[in-house]
């Protein structure tokens, strides 16, 4: 089992819907949650964080935590074309304060 | 908005030679790292630092190396490149965690896409 995992995709959802993004990890000690947008042949840039339990807004997007259930989602609301990127989902491991692990990253395509 | 600079963006570069990707960083962070990633892939761990002189391997083997004199300043260096290394390579840097156990954010810089001949 990975420690962090991510379906690969490409999830596909039409311009103007939800797109909700999963994340599951293995180290039920893990307190630091991020997602990364990357679009082809660039570099990730942080979309959010999210370290408490909940949910987290920030402007269309909503970072969603579950650590009972070690997994953590984005949403993306009123998705548009321009939102068509590979979303990594990374993850700080209890004892390994200074390194990040990622997900394969999940692929998405907003249709016009 | 993060100011992480990577030099060269695009090297090609016959098999044997000696290259030097260079990364500096302006915001003072003390870690630094290097991925390694090619095309539609996962991001690996190749190198980190937690602040000068200090660097460690990380996760996926690599044959390149990494020094860190200087807070702003962590190259890698590959003695002798193969057709093997070709790939991108980003480095990235985040400050010290807002408490103990957690970790602060990465800012990547914008990559160098190495191609080996």
């Known amino acids: 089992q990975k420690e962090v995992e991510q379906n690969s995709g490409p999830l596909s959802v039409p311009e103007g819907a939800i797109a909700s993004l999963n994340c599951t990890y293995s180290d039920r000690g893990s307190q630091s949650f991020f997602w990364y947008r990357q679009y082809s042949g660039k570099s990730p840039e942080l979309i959010m964080f999210i370290y408490s339990n909940g949910d987290k807004e920030d402007g269309r997007f909503t970072a969603q935590l579950n650590k009972a259930s070690q997994y953590v989602s984005l949403l993306i609301r009123d998705s548009q074309p321009s939102d068509s990127a590979t979303y990594l989902c990374?993850?700080?491991?209890?004892?390994?304060?200074?390194?990040?692990?990622f997900g394969q990253g999940t692929t998405l395509q907003v249709k016009p | 908005e993060a100011d992480i600079y990577q030099t060269p963006r695009y090297l090609v570069i016959g098999t044997g030679k000696k290259i030097t990707l260079e990364c500096s960083q302006t915001m003072g962070h003390d870690k630094m790292y290097w991925y390694q990633q090619d095309p539609g892939m996962e991001l690996h761990l190749i190198h980190y630092?937690?602040?000068?002189?200090?660097?460690e391997k990380g996760d996926l083997s690599s044959e390149s190396t990494v020094s860190r004199i200087r807070t702003e300043h962590f190259p890698l260096t590959l003695e002798s490149a193969r057709p093997s290394h070709t790939s991108q390579y980003l480095c990235a840097s985040s400050e010290k965690p807002r408490w103990s156990g957690g970790m602060n954010e990465q800012f990547f810089g914008p990559g160098t896409r190495l191609t080996v001949l």
């Open positions: 630092s937690y602040g000068v002189n200090s660097t």
């Open positions: 990374a993850v700080n491991l209890s004892g390994n304060t200074g390194k990040l692990i």
